[in-house]
Nanobody
């Protein structure tokens, strides 16, 4: 199991930026694919972005593509999600997740989850 702690959420105006961070401990970070998911009130959890163990592969949901960048620092056991040009529809709780697979975009492949960090975008 991996322990994950997210930070960096908050209240921001539309058009603003946030950088979410997720610090990992437990399973060797460099052997874990990492992902970000989000859940808005009354909606299902959805995929946002993921990155492979070595950072070479990255994927984004269409809703955030071009506005977000996922990255990782294996020396710091941390994964980041930089979000720019935020929109009110980005408002959600954002969860960091870890997978023992090399790479995945499927929530079912991620076996460790953080507690989430709230992102609220005002119009």
């Amino acid at each position: 199991q991996v322990q994950l702690v997210e930070s960096g959420g908050g209240l921001v105006q539309a058009g603003g930026s946030l950088r979410l961070s997720c610090a990992a401990s437990g399973r060797t970070f460099s052997t874990s694919a990492m992902g970000w998911f989000r859940q808005a009130p009354g909606k299902e959890r959805e995929f946002v972005a993921s990155i492979s163990q070595n950072g070479r592969l990255r994927s984004y949901a269409d809703s955030v593509k071009g506005r977000s960048t996922i990255s990782r620092d294996n020396a710091k056991n941390t994964v980041y999600l930089q979000m720019n040009n935020l929109k009110p529809e980005d408002t959600a709780v954002y969860y960091c997740a870890s997978s023992s697979k090399y790479y995945s975009t499927y929530a079912s492949d991620f076996d460790s989850w953080g507690q989430g960090t709230q992102v609220t975008v005002s119009s």
